[in-house]
């Protein structure tokens, strides 16, 4: 039955209470909360190490946009003190050694079995396992399976005519190599301006002989102003962890940074400029909520992003390229908000190029470069900072099959449908960790991470408890949260932008937004009420 020793890991067995995909933040705490709780796990990791996006996105100028005071685990004092940041928004390089330093100081390695690619999964109901296989010819059993293998960790393979044949370099930012790739004194291209790129770009900027931004959609970055750790801050928030961590329960992103307090219409003008510029020195996400109603009140978000507009004129000092670089075809906070180092001064360098390709498309890449509609552009290195196949190419690359042998994105052909965003009707005893329709990338990852982990433990033990071997989301559950979702998202200026957050319907156009948009401290009060009320919406046997 669940929660029975019935497999030691550590001696390779092939039977395990549960398995856990992924050694990102989630799945090394997964590994570490299930085995206190006396599980059985087994870990399965393609890379090499711990680490998950933070292992894979090492491009140059990769860094969380989530305060690092906040963007680590709370679950042990010692932990939270012992761990010393240095910076406010610290770099992959510190955050990957955190993770490692987590997963070591709880020795949760030795769990996971790394290099190795889940290549299916098989649900059995006579046995209520599923049968893991893995590209190692090896096969696995297990009660529960636990996908913390992220919603925005699949990356989108460039598909330009030509890229075979360019005789240079060229990488993915969301899978920069581990070898050195040398940028001192190269010609640079680089395709793509989210998060992502953003960051790569001052960076880039800085030791590249030239570098070409081909720009497609501009999108609002805002500053991150970075600084070194307020020790004291750290040290306050140490003294204190467990009533820290209950108010990050309390936040709509689970992170306290500023929120509105009052729609736009109750401040006079100066009041409002006054605020922005608040805003604009905080930095980062702080500008999604200056006003109360900017996220679904086309007035007063045109007030935010007129703001940021005209910051951007007045960083960047060619009009021209400051006209490419403003944002109009969407309303500020309608796409993730991008966070950068100086990105929009890097246009006022001599070493970069921005190459506008709604203006001159790119045509095809050549031997030697990138050919425009209008103009051919030499280079040595091209960079791909293009994104992900969000929320479900990972969980499609996973093939995880029911008994009817579908897949759970099978029946998501107009939109995920998820129960909670943690479990899909018709696939029993199968986690997704931070799935679509739970606030997933609208929060703190960490945080959203641990708040699922910790509901699919205790989920588990209750199974134990009551002697039930199965556990499937009921289709009513199902189709009344997925409204639910849809309802929390329906006035959001958001719903009507083409981005990853949402999925639009090809034959009528209708759109759903695909996390929960009503934010997380809902969300998590939601699920503990439905734990404490014996777990409405859930099926045992
Ligand atoms: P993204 O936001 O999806 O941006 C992809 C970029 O590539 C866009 O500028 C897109 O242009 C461009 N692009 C794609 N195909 C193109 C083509 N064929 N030609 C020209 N341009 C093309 O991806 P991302 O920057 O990797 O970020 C994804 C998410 O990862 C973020 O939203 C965030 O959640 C997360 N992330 C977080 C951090 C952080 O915490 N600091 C850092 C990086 C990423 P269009 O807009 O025109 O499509």
Redesign the pocket.
């Known amino acids: 039955m669940a929660g029975e020793t019935v497999g030691q890991n550590d001696e390779r067995s092939v039977d395990y209470d549960v398995v856990v995909i992924g050694a990102g933040m989630g799945g090394i705490y997964a590994m570490h909360r299930y085995r206190e709780q006396g599980l059985a796990v087994l870990g399965i990791e393609s890379a090499a190490d711990v680490g998950g996006v933070w292992y894979h996105?090492r491009y140059p100028g990769?860094?969380?946009?989530?305060e690092s005071y906040y963007y680590c685990f709370f679950f042990d004092q010692d932990l939270y003190e012992e761990w010393e940041w240095t910076e406010r928004y610290p770099a992959q390089p510190e955050i990957l050694a955190y993770l490692d330093h987590v997963a070591t100081t709880y020795d949760i390695k030795r769990h996971f079995q790394f290099d190795t690619w889940m290549t299916g999964a098989q649900w059995e109901p006579a046995s209520n396992r599923y049968t893991v296989t893995t590209d190692r010819g090896e096969s696995y059993t297990c009660r529960f399976l636990v996908m913390a293998s992220g919603q925005?960790s699949k990356p989108?393979k460039p598909?330009?005519e030509g890229l075979d044949v360019f005789q240079g370099e060229w990488v993915q930012?969301?899978e920069w190599p581990h070898h050195h790739v040398e940028t001192e004194g190269k010609r640079i291209a680089i395709?793509?301006?989210?998060?992502?790129?953003?960051?790569a770009i001052p960076v880039l900027a800085e030791t590249a002989d030239q570098l070409f931004v081909?720009?497609?959609?501009a999108?609002y970055s805002i500053p991150a102003n970075n600084a070194p750790l307020d020790r004291s801050k750290y040290a306050d928030i140490a003294s204190r962890i467990d009533a820290v961590w209950a108010d990050l329960q309390q936040h709509p992103a689970a992170a306290p940074v500023p929120l509105g307090v009052k729609t736009a219409a109750e401040y006079t003008p100066e009041e409002q400029q006054t605020l922005l510029e608040e805003r604009w020195a905080y930095g980062g996400h702080t500008m999604n909520g200056v006003f109360t109603d900017q996220g679904t009140t086309k007035e007063a978000n045109d007030i935010v992003s007129e703001f940021v507009r005209d910051k951007i004129r007045s960083i960047v000092k060619d009009p021209t390229k400051a006209e490419i670089l403003v944002p109009t075809e969407y309303p500020i906070g309608s796409?993730?908000l991008?966070?950068d180092t100086g990105y929009y001064d890097t246009f006022n360098r001599d070493n970069v190029t921005l190459v506008d390709?709604q203006a001159d498309p790119?045509v095809r890449i050549t031997p030697t470069g990138i050919q425009t509609e209008n103009h051919h552009y030499e280079v040595d290195l091209i960079v791909f900072?293009?994104?992900?196949n969000?929320f479900t190419g990972a969980l499609e690359q996973a093939n995880i099959r029911n008994e009817k042998g579908e897949q759970p994105s099978d029946g998501w052909s107009r939109g995920p449908k998820a129960y909670l965003g943690l479990m899909a009707h018709g696939f029993p005893n199968l986690f997704l960790v931070t799935g679509p329709g739970s606030p997933s990338?609208l929060a703190n990852m960490i945080v959203s991470n641990v708040q699922h982990i910790d509901l699919i433990g205790s989920i588990v033990d209750y199974m134990k408890e009551n002697g039930y071997e199965r556990i499937e989301a009921t289709e009513k559950a199902q189709e009344s949260w997925v409204e639910e979702v849809a309802t929390a998202a329906s006035r959001l200026l958001r719903l009507n932008v083409?981005?990853?957050m949402v999925h639009v319907n090809k034959d009528d156009g209708s759109r759903v937004f695909i996390p929960y948009a009503g934010g997380y401290q809902n969300y998590a009060a939601r699920c503990n009420e439905i734990m404490t009320n014996g777990f409405d919406g859930f099926e045992f046997a």
Do not use: K, M, P, W
């Open positions: 996105n990769a860094r969380v946009d989530i925005l989108r598909e330009f930012t969301s395709i793509g301006t989210g998060s992502s790129g953003v960051q081909f720009h497609r959609t999108n796409r993730r991008c966070v390709v790119i900072a293009i994104g992900f969000a990338v083409e981005n990853y």
